[in-house]
Structure formats: structure tokens, C-alpha cells
């Protein structure tokens, strides 16, 4: 049974910085693309980024290039994202997912966490 469990959401003021991370059982987990994705208050889950089995290939959302680094340690089952400048449109419920090695280039991910709130208050 694969379980994503994500931790360290929570309230910050904009500019601000958040680290979640993403522990992972239940899947080989070097051998799985992991990536993170949001979704607002009533609006539709939104692809945040990705990172490839190795660690060697990231993908990113524009609206967070630069602000937003994901990273991964294999020997510990666990992906991380790590969010600097925060800005109040970042506020969402996080959703950390699993997927095969393909899903770097397709977004497509067949695991999902039970997700974490981040709040960044302006």
C-alpha cells in the first residue's frame, strides 16, 4: 500500500519561506518521478513541480520558477519543496504525488498524499 504523507505547511507572512517534505512507503521510491501540486479554494488542482528518480531532471510551474526548489533524498524515502518569497496567491492545500519515470514529462501521477495547508497571509 503506498502512502505519501506530507508535512510543514503552515501560516506565514508574505515574503516569507516554508520547507514541506514528502515522506514515501509502500513503492520503490528511487525508481518514481515525485512531484508537488496545488489547489486553491475553489479552484482546480494545479501542477506545482516535478523531479525525476535521480534527482537529475526538475520541472516547475512558471508561477513558481525561481521561488520554489523541489529535491529529493532516496535514502530517506522523502521529496521536499522548499518555498521562498511566498506570496498570499501561493495559499493552497499541497499535495505531494508519486509517478512513473515518464510522468517528469507528461504530469501525470498515479500516487497522492492526503496534502498539507499553506496559508501566506499578506
Known amino acids: 500500500q503506498v502512502q505519501l504523507i506530507e508535512s510543514g505547511g503552515g501560516l506565514v507572512q508574505a515574503g516569507g519561506s516554508l520547507r514541506l517534505s514528502c515522506a514515501a512507503s ?60 511566498l506570496k498570499p496567491e501561493d495559499t493552497a492545500i499541497y499535495y505531494c504525488a508519486g509517478g512513473a519515470k515518464l510522468a517528469i514529462k507528461t504530469r501525470r501521477y498515479d500516487y497522492w498524499g492526503q496534502g498539507t495547508q499553506v496559508t501566506v497571509s499578506s
Open 26 to 85: 509502500g513503492l520503490t521510491f528511487s525508481s518514481y518521478t515525485m512531484g508537488w501540486f496545488r489547489q486553491a479554494p475553489g479552484k482546480e488542482r494545479e501542477f506545482v513541480t516535478g523531479i525525476s528518480w535521480s534527482g537529475g531532471s526538475t520541472d516547475y510551474a512558471d508561477s513558481v520558477k525561481g521561488r520554489f526548489t523541489i529535491s529529493r533524498d532516496n535514502a530517506k524515502n522523502t521529496v521536499y519543496l522548499q518555498m521562498n518569497s
